[in-house]
């Protein structure tokens, strides 16, 4: 599913770039205006606020191509793709529970549900703060600007090691906060929509749980599913804001 968010990026964005180039006219129209409207967003709100004009132009591409498929995968993962397509194959082509099908499509369409992806996201971040802070004051400099200048030297035995730890506990934050809203919302629909096999079972009849669906847990299902289109904007916003803002923290040292 990782590489089909990307590939479906790349592709989307690589089209309506190459037909707006090919028209005559300057203004965009249709879903390039849309992608017009993205771009100067993570520009002149995320990026040029956080990194300064001189910079904005260097990190704007990487922000952007975070925001860009975080929302494309976030999205995607409202889709029940994948299971709808393990239920053609077990009861329309009727094969068995460990078919290769099955198999090849086992854990889900949210991949920024899953940890492994978040922390490679975090890692780019991890490593794009290092670069930054090292393009705009040098190696060595970017390195003394961790803690402050001119205190005491037991001070620095205390900060140094706390602002080390604070080096890997933002990509950390980042990696968690991600997964966890993107799975904490998947849990809480299946939970609810588990009280109609729950009622079911124990009441020993099918009516007691189409009751409890159509009652309770289909209107509460569909409301969490409206709350997570909003969350899906919201972590994508999120995540690309706090790796501009821990990149315009390498840029422009304050302590």
Same mark, same amino acid.
């Given at each position: ?155 620095? &035995?205390?900060?140094?090691?706390? +602002? %080390? $730890?604070?080096?890997? !506990?933002?990509?950390?934050?980042? *990696?968690?906060?991600? =997964? ?41 299902? &569909?409301?969490?599913?409206?709350? +997570? %289109? $909003?969350?899906?904007? !919201?972590?994508?916003?999120?995540? *690309?804001?706090?790796? =501009? ?11």
């Amino acid at each position: 599913m990782l590489w089909l968010v990307g590939g479906f990026v790349f592709l989307i964005a690589t089209l309506s770039i190459r037909r707006y180039v090919k028209q005559d006219r300057l203004v965009p129209s249709g879903f390039t205006n849309a992608l017009e409207a993205v771009v100067e967003f993570v520009r002149d709100s995320i990026v040029r606020p956080n990194v300064g004009n001189q910079w904005v132009n260097t990190w704007t591409p990487l922000i952007l191509t975070f925001f860009c498929f975080i929302l494309t995968a976030n999205a995607i993962g409202l889709i029940p793709i994948f299971e709808v397509v393990a239920l053609l194959d077990r009861f329309v082509l009727h094969t068995g529970a460990n078919s290769f099908v099955n198999r090849l499509i086992h854990g889900g369409t949210t991949a920024t549900a899953n940890f492994n992806v978040t922390a490679g996201l975090a890692t780019v971040t991890f490593f794009a703060i290092i670069v930054a802070g090292s393009k705009a004051h040098g190696v060595v400099k970017h390195w003394k600007n961790i803690v402050p200048h001119g205190l005491h030297p037991l001070i620095y &035995v205390m900060l140094i090691p706390i +602002e %080390i $730890i604070g080096m890997f !506990v933002r990509p950390f934050a980042l *990696t968690m906060r991600l =997964a966890a809203n993107m799975t904490g919302g998947h849990i809480a629909i299946l939970s609810i929509l588990s009280f109609v096999f729950l009622f079911s079972e124990m009441f020993a009849r099918a009516i007691a749980g189409i009751g409890v669906g159509l009652v309770v847990a289909v209107p509460l299902a &569909v409301g969490i599913s409206a709350l +997570e %289109i $909003i969350v899906v904007l !919201v972590q994508a916003y999120v995540f *690309t804001l706090l790796s =501009a803002v821990f990149i315009g923290m390498a840029i422009h040292v304050h302590h």
